[in-house]
């Protein structure tokens, strides 16, 4: 899943950082220190990714977030010293697409931005239907069915399922369960996963005691099977 990434902060060091570990993972990076020149690049070429720090010369992170976002569907990822509550719903309402806070983890940092390049190469993609066994997901209409019987599920467990489906006989940990269910929000733990797929089995399950379609794999993770057995 290479990417042109452009990497808008000020801090070189920080901004070097960020740029090896993207390199690292096949993606090709521009760095501008400003959100000026930031505004510039993203209307010259558009990146499939823009990495923006909130404090910046010229033009800070949120006053580029809201050109950016009048102008373009591309990901904005920002990156902030400022962690309130109001900090954060502020960058998402001008449409940053998710939030890390400084001091970061670059580990964390990659995982947000395949992240978020899933969810953008996704939703630029024709939605087909994903069929397990007889369990049907249909992203485009956002129907799940057992054996043609519908089952009504919540955002997050479509969500879910939809990873698990697109993906037979994967095994997913619950962190990267996570990723694509809960984004940006840190508060969330990983038994927060355990608790969704217990209310899925309920859901498309003959027995949910005994699963046959979400399988559990003891010390990794989930997978979804097609019922077989």
Excluded: W
């Excluded at 998710?98 to 024709?126: F, H, I, W």
């Excluded at 969330?188 to 797929?197: K, L, S, Y």
């Excluded at 217990?198 to 498309?204: A, H, M, P, Q, V």
């Amino acid at each position: 899943m290479c990417a042109y990434v452009l990497v808008a902060e000020d801090d070189v060091k920080q901004a070097e950082l960020v740029r090896r570990y993207l390199e690292r993972e096949g993606h090709s990076v521009l760095v501008v220190h400003d959100g000026r020149a930031a505004i510039d690049e993203a209307r010259g070429r558009e990146p499939d990714l823009v990495v923006l720090d909130v404090m910046m010369p010229k033009a800070d992170g949120l006053d580029v977030c809201r050109v950016i976002r009048a102008e373009s569907d591309v990901p904005v990822l920002m990156l902030t010293a400022r962690a309130t509550e109001d900090d954060l719903l502020l960058g998402l309402d001008l449409g940053a697409d998710d939030y890390v806070t400084k001091p970061y983890s670059p580990r964390e940092l990659m995982a947000r931005v395949r992240t978020l390049l899933r969810r953008a190469r996704r939703s630029g993609d024709p939605e087909e239907a994903l069929k397990v066994g007889d369990l049907l997901v249909d992203p485009a209409r956002h129907l799940v069915s057992v054996a043609g019987s519908s089952v009504d599920c919540t955002p997050a467990e479509f969500r879910i399922l939809e990873t698990l489906a697109a993906q037979p006989e994967r095994v997913f940990t619950r962190a990267q369960l996570l990723e694509e269910v809960h984004g940006f929000d840190r508060f969330i733990t990983r038994r927060t996963v355990d608790v969704h797929m217990l209310n899925l089995r309920k859901k498309i399950e003959s027995d949910p005691r005994r699963p046959t379609r979400i399988l559990t794999v003891y010390g990794v993770g989930y997978k979804l099977t097609d019922g077989s057995g």
